[in-house]
């Protein structure tokens, strides 16, 4: 990498962001499995969607809690990793509101909404393709130590 550049991503909030973003997925074999993808990253923010599959719907015949609460948990893994500081999920909650089906495109939107030392505050809200709330999420991250990817000056 040229040295503008490296030295560009230091600086840039986006493009660190971007850095982030890219190097998580690379190494999240769980968010692959599903299916998932990152759409968009930015500071305090993460898009991701997944598909629902034949093999993720429960009893009922519609798509099991479980992976919609890893979609949103995803979704709020880079969201609050994107500032490139390690940061976990200390706690979270999720509301159901709407079955996902067979073949849905569920998209999760995860958003910073407070971030004060090492503590953070984020909800996802999941969609189908039509719009329509399949469940919320909110999440409460700690930083730990480490950086997500190495930038060296």
């Known amino acids: ?29 769980a968010s692959q499995a599903l299916g998932m993808t990152l759409d968009a990253i930015r500071p305090g923010y993460a898009r991701m969607s ?6 993720m719907l429960n009893g009922h015949a519609t798509c099991h809690g479980g992976f919609i609460f890893m979609l949103a948990d995803s979704a709020f893994a880079f969201a609050c990793n994107s500032h490139n500081f390690n940061t976990v999920g200390a706690g979270c909650t999720i509301d159901y509101l709407s079955p996902g089906r067979e073949g849905d495109l569920m998209t999760a939107e995860a958003v910073e909404r407070a971030l004060s030392g090492k503590t953070g505050v984020y909800d996802v809200t999941v969609t189908n393709a039509e719009g329509k709330t399949i469940a919320l999420f909110r999440g409460k991250s700690h930083r730990v130590s480490g950086m997500v990817a190495e930038v060296n000056a």
């Open 1 to 29: 990498m040229h040295s503008d550049q490296h030295s560009n991503q230091l600086h840039d909030p986006q493009a660190l962001a971007e850095l982030a973003g890219k190097t998580m997925y690379e190494r999240d074999p």
């Open 50 to 55: 997944m598909r629902v599959r034949a093999d």
